[in-house]
């Protein structure tokens, strides 16, 4: 039998969020401050990309929402430039507000 191992991965930054949906599969809202670290993404990403070697082709920041994540999700999307990984992020249109410059 073959193995197979993930090629994408799906990394929930936050529970903070600028909308409170009711529909919202995570319960994020603006009350909600929980949030990984730009510590804890990076030695995850880190430590993904050498445990699975170049079968990790992609990164997806969501949340809640990532961008209040700031320069943080700057730093991670440099950090991933390095890692070779390529990179996509959710709810792009309400959360770009919080960037100070954008994210590549």
Sequence with gaps: MQKVYPNILTIITTYHCTAACEECCFEC???LKARLSFQQISEFLKESREALGSKVKGVVFTG???FTLGDDLVRLSGLRITLDIMLGVCQMDRGQKHLKRPVT
Aim: with cysteine.
């Design 29 to 31: 809202s603006p009350k």
């Design 64 to 66: 809640g929402e990532c």
